[in-house]
């Protein structure tokens, strides 16, 4: 019988870390499918048990991308995954995610807005991705929803899968966030449709980023990627991390 670890899994099953999914398994177009062990997005690994390090070395995991701001880092920090890991933190947003009163004082539209034209941390992204060492490179942010599923619907269109379902890789982010006690308790709270969309991973959400994606670049994530500066070289990169 196969070890755990062995096997490729769509979620992973970690103790305390509850959004780690793969990006392995999806169509691309002309056929075949993404690869697994090459990309897992993830919420933060700062609750991650001794059990989930040694399930997420032996997966082979070998890069970890932490796509949080300054703040959260430090109050929250990721465990450690041992000094062959490497590991960087790149945010995308320019905004405070960590301030307490973000949500109410900022849409989701807007957030996404701002990720969107932040054409320098993509960038800065896509090049440590390119220049990963061979292994998984795991990415998060901190819950695996927002700033992880820009960055999982950029790698999935690149490698040449559709809409729908770099969509049904962002829309379960909010189920799998019910196992933890906070979004248990916040989902009951008696709050706006805004406040909530913030907790949310709708398909209206990421439908409206790649909407503008098609308005200003045709669809083309080609295009938006080489407007962030992105060379092809590490477009194809990161491209062939994920499809051989």
């Known amino acids: 019988m196969a070890e755990p670890w062995e096997l490729n899994w769509q979620r992973l ?3 305390g870390v509850a959004n780690a999914r793969e990006l392995g398994g999806f169509p ?3 056929g075949g499918q993404t690869r697994f062990r090459r990309f897992i997005r993830s919420d933060s690994l700062s609750a991650a048990t ?4 040694a399930f997420l070395r032996k997966y082979g995991v070998r890069t970890v991308l932490d796509l949080r701001g300054d703040q959260e880092v430090s109050d929250r920090p990721d465990a450690f995954l041992g000094h062959d890991v490497v590991t960087a933190n790149i945010s995308p947003f320019r905004v405070n995610i960590a301030q307490t009163d973000m949500q109410e004082t900022t ?8 990720m969107f034209e932040n054409v320098d941390a993509w960038r800065s992204i896509f090049e440590f991705i390119s220049a990963a060492p061979e292994g998984c490179v795991l990415f998060h942010c ?3 929803k927002d700033r992880t599923g820009i960055l999982a619907t950029l790698i999935l269109l690149l490698c ?3 809409r729908w379902d770099a969509l049904s890789s962002y829309v379960p982010s909010r189920v799998n966030l019910m196992r933890l006690p906070f979004f248990q308790r916040y989902w009951d ?5 805004s406040e909530r969309e913030h907790y949310d991973s709708r398909a209206s959400t990421l439908g409206r980023w790649l909407d503008r994606l098609d308005a200003e670049f045709d669809g083309r994530v080609e295009a938006y990627l080489e407007h962030c500066g992105i060379s092809a070289d590490i477009r194809d990169a990161v491209r062939m991390r994920l499809i051989g």
């Open 13 to 15: 099953p970690l103790e």
């Open 189 to 193: 709270k008696d709050c706006s449709d």
């Open 107 to 114: 849409s989701v539209a807007w957030v996404y807005d701002t």
């Open 50 to 53: 001794r059990s989930d390090v």
């Open 142 to 144: 901190a819950v695996g």
């Open 28 to 30: 691309i177009a002309g």
């Open 160 to 162: 040449g899968c559709d």
